[in-house]
């Protein structure tokens, strides 16, 4: 989540000691993934989720006895129950819940993790076992000296390979050390970056969503009037230039997510020039069947290969029945996600 570290950090500075639970392990259907935390203050304020009714409040009462303890423990959360008009936690899986607790002596590894926001690093959190207590940490990123410790100098080296692989895999998950150590290696990934060419009326309700969802939101428009950060508040990055130039000098990788809706043909045309080829993981352009059959016939014409223009999503979006600008953006947010994560796309009640 975005400004999660954050957050951890401003506290910590004011002197605050948090709780942060973290699902390491799951098993059946479960409302979150592993890697899902949620920050828990001594207040009872929390951020984050872990997922929502399904266990969060147990979650909740177990990190703030844990802040008192001063000790961090794991805990079961079995959302199992056969469903009756009583039961509460029955959404089909068990989590496994690592409750750390944060304080002074993690405010310079809270404040690396927020200034890593744009890197991929691997964050190495002891769980038990024989030799080490639970808790200790060591954050390793790719070419840069690793900051913390787990214990020992050689624990040290081996988990630092370990998380160099993590982070090749991409995935988080539960380690062993010499089959008497478990220790979480949690990846952290920059956020997907949510480049929005053209700044129209859809442009602002897709804003808001994309930041909802966590992307690094990037709008660029060639109109001053409406490229800024006054209409754009909750973009990350607004550009106001030329569409062809801006796209041609911007750091596009798999990770970028390139919706082009812009005011014509001819700068959708622009645009596409310059991304058509780019490594990004999603390219969708707006437009009526008519625009999108006539700017496909102009790019043949122009050389592109069937292949490149098949990876455009255009019409761009999912069949929602969307009118207004607010459900159009949702239509297109909607399909980015599915290509993301990899969904079918139907209803969830017919799959």
């Not at 969802?213 to 428009?221: A, E, G, M, P, S």
């Not at 700017?295 to 929602?320: C, M, Q, T």
């Amino acid at each position: 989540m975005k400004g999660f570290y954050e957050e951890i950090s401003r506290l910590i500075s004011r002197g605050e000691k948090l709780a942060l639970a973290k699902v390491v392990a799951t098993r059946g259907s479960t409302p979150r993934e592993v890697g899902a935390k949620m920050l828990i203050r001594r207040s009872g304020e929390m951020m984050g989720t872990i997922g929502g009714g399904c266990g969060e409040a147990e979650v909740r009462r177990q990190a703030i006895e844990a802040l008192e303890e001063g000790r961090p423990r794991l805990m079961v959360v079995d959302l199992t129950e056969e469903v009756t008009w009583e039961t509460e936690r029955a959404c089909g899986g068990v989590m496994d819940l690592f409750i750390d607790l944060w304080g002074e002596a993690e405010g310079e590894l809270a404040e690396r993790l927020a200034a890593s926001q744009r890197k991929e690093v691997a964050l190495v959190t002891t769980l038990k076992g024989d030799f080490t207590q639970a808790g200790r940490k060591l954050l390793v990123a790719t070419g840069e000296e690793p900051m913390g410790s787990l214990g020992s100098p050689s624990l040290d080296e081996w988990a630092k390979k370990e998380a160099e692989r993590g982070l090749a895999e991409g995935n988080s998950k539960v380690i062993n050390y010499k089959g008497s150590l478990e220790l979480f290696l949690e990846v952290h990934r920059p956020p997907p970056t949510l480049l929005i060419a053209g700044a129209g009326h859809i442009a602002l309700p897709l804003a808001q969503m994309g930041a909802l969802l966590d992307f690094n939101v990037v709008v660029i428009d060639d109109r001053p009037t409406f490229a800024n950060t006054e209409r754009f508040r909750q973009a990350d990055q607004v550009i106001a230039g030329d569409f062809e130039k801006t796209l041609r000098e911007f750091p596009i990788d798999k990770e970028s997510y390139i919706v082009i809706i812009t005011r014509g043909h001819q700068h959708d045309m622009e645009c596409l020039r310059q991304v058509i080829y780019s490594p990004a993981a999603y390219i969708g352009m707006i437009g009526s069947r008519r625009r999108v059959k006539g700017v496909f016939k102009l790019l043949k014409e122009e050389g592109y290969s069937e292949e490149s223009i098949a990876r455009i999503h255009a019409p761009i979006g999912l069949d929602i029945g969307a009118k207004t600008p607010a459900e159009i953006a949702l239509a297109i947010m909607g399909e980015i996600i599915r290509v993301q994560r990899g969904g079918s796309g139907r209803a969830m009640s017919q799959v």
